[in-house]
């Protein structure tokens, strides 16, 4: 028998995951959390096998639980089960250490699938979430682009608020040479507007 911890601020929401996990003739549900804190509590508490964990929750997050309940136990696994699956969602969960990610659209064979899998010391990860992790580690990987010195100039205006025309009077070339110049940089960062270009550039450290 595999016994879970179910931790979810929405009743609605934990009440149809605990029907669902107690359907299973397989799965026991020993505790229910309303939060982050709660749910530490009831894990350390009850040594379930498992904790079924959201990820936002009101106080102590799921990713924070999350780190507490690894670090503070042995054998407890946690499964994060959510609706957000954004990249920096999912890193925070799988840094805190949880073994499993999938989104609560899953169909329920594929939860209840995943419960059996983390409970049995598998990893299991939603193909979306899988996907996004792939990509983010291709984008990790990737060389940093070079930009051009003038490239660079006009980057550095744009990230403080010039317009084209600013920028061309600034750096005294035309309009057209500034629009090359960010066509070349979108390229370079792979991507597609002023915001992201700038914001891309800070995080490679370029600017």
């Known amino acids: 028998m595999i016994r879970v911890v179910v931790a979810d601020d929405h009743p609605i929401v934990r009440a149809g995951v605990v029907a669902l996990l107690e359907s299973a003739v397989d799965v026991e549900v020993v505790g229910e959390a309303v939060n982050g804190l709660e749910a530490v509590v009831l894990a350390l508490s009850l040594r379930p096998d498992l904790v079924v964990m959201d990820l936002r929750m009101p106080g102590l997050s799921g990713a924070e639980a999350t780190a507490r309940i690894v670090a503070e136990s042995t054998g407890i696994r946690v499964l994060v089960l959510t609706t957000y699956e954004t990249d920096d969602d999912i890193l925070l969960?799988?840094?805190?250490?949880?073994?499993?990610?999938?989104?609560?659209?899953?169909?329920?064979?594929?939860?209840?699938?995943?419960?059996?899998?983390?409970?049995?010391?598998?990893?299991?990860?939603a193909p979306s979430i899988a996907s996004l992790l792939v990509q983010r580690m291709r984008e990790d990987r990737a060389p940093v682009p070079k930009l051009s010195a003038r490239e660079l100039d006009v980057l550095r205006l744009v990230a403080a608020g010039n317009s084209n025309p600013e920028i061309a009077r600034t750096l005294v070339?035309?309009?057209?040479?500034?629009?090359?110049?960010?066509?070349?940089?979108?390229?370079?960062?792979?991507?597609?507007?002023?915001?992201?270009?700038?914001?891309?550039?800070?995080?490679?450290?370029?600017?």
């Open 173 to 207: 070339i035309g309009e057209a040479t500034v629009k090359t110049h960010l066509q070349h940089t979108f390229e370079k960062l792979t991507v597609t507007d002023r915001t992201r270009a700038v914001t891309r550039a800070m995080e490679l450290g370029l600017i």
């Open 93 to 125: 969960a799988i840094e805190a250490g949880a073994s499993g990610y999938l989104v609560k659209a899953a169909p329920p064979e594929e939860i209840l699938a995943g419960v059996r899998a983390v409970a049995a010391g598998q990893t299991v990860l």
